[in-house]
C-alpha cells in the first residue's frame, strides 16, 4: 500500500523494484536505491542484503530508510515491528536488525520504508581525472563543497567518476566542476581533470 500524503510505502518482500517504480510513478515519488541487479531485485533481497547502491551516498543506507516491518520468526511466528509513519518510535527496532542479515534471522514478509518525490531534474556529470592523485583530489572538493550529490560512483575501466546531483533546469555545469576544484585540479586545460554532464528528468533515472 502506497500513502502518497505520507510519503511511505508498505511493500510485500516479493515485489520488484521495477513494480514499485510503475506504482509510484503516478504520484511522484521514489525509493532511493540502486542496487546490483536493477529493477529486476525484489524489496526482499535489497533489506536482507542492504544493498542501496551508490544512491546510499545522498539518501542513505536501506535500513535508514525503513520504518517497519512484519517477518516470520524461526518458531513460526508472525512478528511486526515499528509502524507505518516517519515518526514513530513504538516498539524495537527490528528492521534495523534484519537489513542486511541475509535471511539468517527470520523470513520477511513485507517492509515500510520512506518514499522521496521525484524531482524535476537530476544531473549526471563524468569526471575524468585523468590520474588516481588527481581523481583523489576531486573526491575531497566534492565531499567539501556545498554541491550534495545523490550518488558518486567510480567507473573501472576507463578510470572515471559518476556524479549525480538534483539540479534545477537552469543549471549549468561548467561553473559548478570549476567550483569543486582546487587551482590544482581544476578542469581544464593542462589540469588532468575533463569534465562533462547531461540533464534528464529525474523519472527517466529511476
Known sequence: SIAPADLV????????????????????????????????????SVVATGTAGALRHGYGPVRDQLLGCTVVMPDGRAVESGGRVVKNVAGYDLGRLMTGSHGALALTLDTTFKLVPVAQTSCTVVITPGSLPV???????????????????????????????????SFIFVPWARNLSSPASMAGPGSGVSASGSQVPQSQTM
Open 135 to 169: 581523481m583523489s583530489r576531486v573526491l575531497a572538493d566534492i565531499g567539501a563543497s556545498q554541491t550534495m550529490p545523490s550518488a558518486v560512483e567510480l567507473e573501472m575501466p576507463p578510470g572515471r567518476l559518476l556524479v549525480r546531483t538534483i539540479v534545477k533546469l
Open 9 to 44: 510505502a508498505t511493500v510485500d518482500s516479493g515485489v520488484t523494484l521495477a513494480q514499485l517504480g510503475a506504482a509510484l510513478l503516478p504520484h511522484r515519488l521514489w525509493w532511493p536505491v540502486d542496487p546490483p541487479g536493477g529493477g529486476a531485485r525484489s524489496i526482499g
